[in-house]
């Protein structure tokens, strides 16, 4: 990947952690269902909804920062907000979901968006 394009990838990953984000703080069940944190009838609880609200507000926050801070100390520190709280989600999801199949399936892609966030902190200079 060219040193450009390096620099560009945090900045995409912040507009598409934010969207996502707004996204889920307007519908929490697009959260909450593949978690499998929704009542029988596909309601999602109330408590849980304001849990996923709580955490988009904080992604979105993250996100933006990737898409704002300067390139440097500032933006290495947004990288490592947004990597640390998406490993922190990992553990929780793999640790507390209902079953192992969603466990797995939320912890992964936690963990993969963590870490590709980590890999484009690598040339944020």
Known sequence: MSTSAARVLPRVLGVLTAAYSVAIIVSPKLLAKPCK??????????????????????????????VTAPAGAALHAAVAVRVVSDFGDAAVFGLTLPDAA???????????????????????G
């Open 37 to 66: 944190l929704t009542r029988a009838d596909g309601v999602v609880p109330p408590e849980v909804a304001t849990v996923i609200r709580a955490v988009g507000v904080r992604d979105a926050a993250s996100g933006l920062a990737l």
């Open 102 to 124: 969603t466990k797995a399936k939320a912890a992964g892609v936690a963990a993969a968006w963590g870490t590709l966030c980590a890999y484009s902190g690598r040339h944020t």
